[in-house]
């Protein structure tokens, strides 16, 4: 027990007041001379022991009340947060205010939790905290941020600054902001630490927080501050919430003819179904496509579009759920934007190692008939190069490679091969009758550019042929081959193939991924990201010697799939996620010349584009906020680029913190959690100064004195 | 209030009285007339005084000497014609001395004026009174007398203020009984703070000698209901130690002691033939000696 005025303690001589006045009185009481002695003494002497007796129990309970009284005044708390001699010492307060995207859900009192976090910041900087402490502030989101990071004694201006604030289109990850925390916690001196972390109990933020791992960082903080957390976001059964993923695009780059293959899952974070959910496309503004689709509670949906964009240029579109203002109480989520851009074809090079005279041995006939039905360019503009080398026309002219047959190749060819994927040129390999698995593997190794390492050829009989799996269709652009019913890859058999192996860790950032499988398993493509761009291998050949897909109706959509994907490669990316650096190659007139970038917010910016290896580029990676980027160069049209969501910080159902707090391993007398706004300065005068328990006291006085003028009463002292 | 021989002889207090008559229940040894019955009529001879004629004294003590000069009935008074002789024995210890805080007289005065009140009374009958008082035993014995300056003699002695703290007053009975060679009517004045049987032991001798004795138990108002509140220290006025008491815890019990004890009195008096009248220092004194004389004459 620890006293918050100490100073009344010392009132606690006072116990002896009852003992004072008990010895005075026997010293001044008042003197009668009295006739009738023999009846006193008669009266007196059956009573002396009881009234001895008597005396001392009143006299122990008047000490005990003023005793009582005393230590009532003191203000007694039990489980004081700061020790009994800390208690003048200046707070050093962090409040972390959890900004993420989430925290704009609207409670049913109208406010976003962001608001009643700011309340509460407010709160806290102009009753909780006094003149003498400091204070910082931490945005807690995945990226956390400092927004007062050496600790401030201004109070006031901390929270002018604070009720400026707006939420972030990120989403949270507690451990990075504990993190954060604990850095500003090690860097102060000051003897009295706290910290207000004010947020809507998102559950997916504890993905992190809440494992084992993380207990050292939550132990860290508990062992230097006292951690006061406040709930300020919507009751758990007012956060339904719906939410749009960010569109998948089959392919970024379209042309005329060639329609846009735009997906996005919408999710229902919610309690009932929305059976009937109208999902709205707008194109350049426009309305350009609607589908109704059913999303159960607590489940997801897709909505498909095939639109046509028309004419050649960027396009920029959103994905809405219809009236996304009301539909559900975080708008945040209910759109997503995309940027489609059109040309009026894909130029493709494809090259021919060993060109056939046989069309029925020759890959390339095959592949351009695929690309170019009939010898038409239709959306695919094919260039058939035969033999080693890419020519005298420059890499850069197209949007894609295709090698068919790939072997070995030269040091130039390789380097110039490398730096064109690597500035976002797309390479589709097919092995031939004449690959050399050990060279192509070496030489592709060398530039870098290797998704996965031939193995030893294999050779299978047609009893052991095998097919491509379907349901192993994992990558966007073939995921059209899923459905069996309108295309039937499965039926072609494969006799001859390379095995894969893939050549980087998964966990890599240009890690190779399988994106097709054979029947028995073992891959049948393999794409690797390289730099900008993409390579795809493939483990049979494109023509039909060693497979039937060349000769099956699914090759045209497979081939036309394959390339106009990695076609869009050669432009930069235009659906990024946050964070993500936009990255522009542009004409070499353009070198050093001003590129502007409006951002969603409506704020501009304005950098020089470089001239470097990879040619005139532009590099932006102030993508924090989501939504349309437009940027504008001397070069021509605006172009334009969509940031999406992280749609994790969608799914806003609660965790209750008690609950996770007490797996971080804090001691629970180091964390205090308030559930309302309102409750935090009770919370806070607990958590620092413990449980007052003057009331108890009082409490206990009130008996004490109603029974001591009963005892008083009754033994007849009352003067 | 001081013992003056003025205010101890208050006329109002004598006229409330004279409407009454004491009357003696026992038949006292003596000459009387008037009223009083007495087997002995008129046999002294020896003259006192002369003094008014009132109705009902017998025409032949007329002198008629005396109506020839002055035209006035005058009865001529002998020694032998008071037929009554009273002994007021006041009691003048130290403990009688208590005055309540809220009383006006201590209980010595108010027995003094009792006293003179009575002696005033019975000397207007002409009959004779003798005055003693007490404390560690007898302190002054006057024998009766009706005479004027006899009656002054009298107050004289009841104004004094010296006093003892008392012993044991069976011995002073003795001793008082052993001095009253005649039987006569005995008046006690006294708080009787003494042991109950002591009391009564002393109090037969004089029944044994034939006196009538009337006790008045003179009580402060304290004495009776123990008012005090605060712890107090009661210091005992006959030499008793002093004792601290808490009076809150102590009444219930005093007033019973108190009770149990004024109860043996009355109970003792009774048996012993003697009338017992209490006193409390807060009466008015006329009304209690009047009380006194009615439930007297109610007896007879």
Known sequence: ?719 | MDNQPKQLADPQTLARISRLELRARAVVEGVISGMHKSPHRGSSVEFAQHRDYVPGDEIRHIDWKVYARTDRYHIKQYEEETNLKCMLVLDTSTSMAYKGAESALSKRQYASIVAAAIASLLMRQRDAVGVTTFDNGVRQFVQPGSTSPHMRLLLELLKKTNSEPKTDLADTFHDLAERMKRRGLLIILSDLFNDPDTILKGLQHFRHRKHEVIIFHVLDRDELTFPFKETTIFEGMEGEAPITAEPNALRQEYISAFSEYVSRLKKGCRELNMDYQQLVTDQPIDVAISRYLSQRQGQR
């Open chain 1, 1 to 719: 027990m620890a006293f918050l005025n100490p100073v009344f303690l010392g009132f606690l001589s006072l116990v002896g007041v009852p003992l004072l006045i008990h010895l005075i009185r026997r010293r001044k009481l008042r003197v009668v001379q009295w006739a009738a002695m023999e009846f006193l003494l008669q009266s007196q002497r059956k009573q002396r022991k009881r009234l001895r007796i008597e005396e001392l129990i009143l006299l122990a309970l008047r000490m005990l009340i003023v005793a009582l009284a005393v230590l009532a005044f003191a203000r007694p708390v039990l489980r004081a947060g700061i020790p009994l001699f800390s208690q003048n010492a200046r707070v050093y307060a962090i409040i972390v205010l959890d900004n993420s995207f989430s925290m704009d859900q609207r409670g049913p009192d109208g406010k976003t939790s962001f608001e009643r976090a700011k309340e509460s910041a407010n709160s806290l900087l102009t009753k909780v905290l006094k003149d003498g402490d400091s204070v910082s502030v931490v945005l807690a989101s995945e990226h956390p941020e400092s927004l007062i990071g050496v600790p401030s004694y201004d109070l006031k201006a901390a929270a002018r600054r604070v009720s400026s604030l707006k939420t972030g289109d990120r989403g949270t990850d507690l451990l990075a902001s504990l993190q954060a925390v604990n850095r500003l916690i090690k860097a102060s001196k000051s003897p009295v630490k706290e910290v207000y972390w004010l947020s809507d109990d998102q559950a997916s933020a504890w993905e992190t927080a809440g494992k084992d791992t993380a207990q050292s960082s939550w132990q860290d903080l508990s062992k230097q501050a006292m951690l006061i957390w406040t709930s300020c976001g919507a009751p758990a059964n007012e956060r339904d919430n719906l939410a749009v993923e960010p569109p998948t695009l089959g392919r970024e780059l379209v042309t005329p003819r060639l329609p846009a293959r735009i997906e996005s899952r919408i999710f229902n974070y919610g309690s009932r179904n929305r059976d009937d959910l109208l999902v709205n496309l707008t194109l350049d503004g426009k309305p350009a496509a609607s589908v109704r689709i059913a999303v159960p509670a607590g489940g997801s949906a897709t909505a498909r579009f095939l639109p046509f964009v028309g004419t050649p240029g960027t396009h920029t579109g959103v994905i809405s759920i219809a009236d996304p203002e009301h539909v559900d109480n975080l708008v945040r989520d209910n759109s997503a934007p995309l940027v489609v851009r059109c040309r009026e074809s894909i130029k493709v090079l494809l090259q021919d190692i060993r060109p056939q005279s046989d069309p029925a041995k020759s890959e390339s006939f095959y592949l351009l008939n695929a690309m170019a039905p009939g010898g038409s360019e239709e959306s695919l503009a094919p260039h058939l190069r035969e033999g080693p080398g890419f020519g005298t026309q420059p890499l850069r002219d197209y949007d894609a490679v295709v090698i068919a047959g790939a072997s070995s190749m030269s040091t130039a060819d390789a380097r110039a091969l490398g730096d064109y994927v690597r500035t976002g040129g797309g390479l589709l390999i097919f092995p031939g009758s004449d690959t050399d698995a050990a060279r192509l593997n070496a030489d592709f190794s060398t530039a870098g550019l290797l998704p996965a390492k031939l193995g030893p050829k294999k050779i299978l009989n047609d009893e052991a042929a095998i097919t491509l799996n379907p349901a192993a269709m994992l990558h966007p652009a073939l995921a059209l081959f899923k459905d069996t019913a309108a295309i039937d890859i499965a039926s072609a058999r494969f006799t001859v193939y390379y095995p894969l192996e893939p050549t980087a860790e998964d966990s890599q950032s240009d890690a190779s991924r399988i994106i097709a499988r054979f029947s028995n398993g073992d891959p049948a493509l393999v794409e690797r990201k390289v730099g900008m761009g993409h390579v795809i291998l493939a483990a049979s050949s494109a023509g039909a010697e060693w497979n039937q897909l060349a000769l099956k109706p699914a090759y045209v959509p497979f081939i036309y799939q394959l390339v106009s994907y990695l076609g869009q490669g050669a432009v930069a990316h235009r659906n990024l996620h946050q964070d993500e650096p936009l990255f522009l190659t542009l004409p070499l007139n353009q070198a050093n010349k001003p590129v502007k970038v409006t951002t969603p917010d409506g704020k501009t910016s304005t950098q020089n584009s470089v001239l470097d290896a990879r040619g005139v580029t532009f590099n932006y990676s102030a993508t924090s906020r989501s939504g349309l980027y437009t940027v504008s160069s001397t070069a021509g049209a605006p172009d334009a680029f969509a940031v999406s969501l992280n749609t994790a910080e969608s799914n806003t159902s609660m965790a209750d913190p008690a609950d996770k707090l007490a797996h971080t391993g804090m001691p629970a007398s180091r964390y205090n959690i308030a559930r309302t706004s309102d409750q935090i300065h009770t919370i806070v005068n607990r958590a620092r100064y413990g449980v007052e328990v003057w009331r108890t006291f009082l409490w206990i006085l009130l008996p004490l004195l109603f029974l001591e003028s009963l005892l008083a009463q009754l033994f007849g002292r009352r003067g």
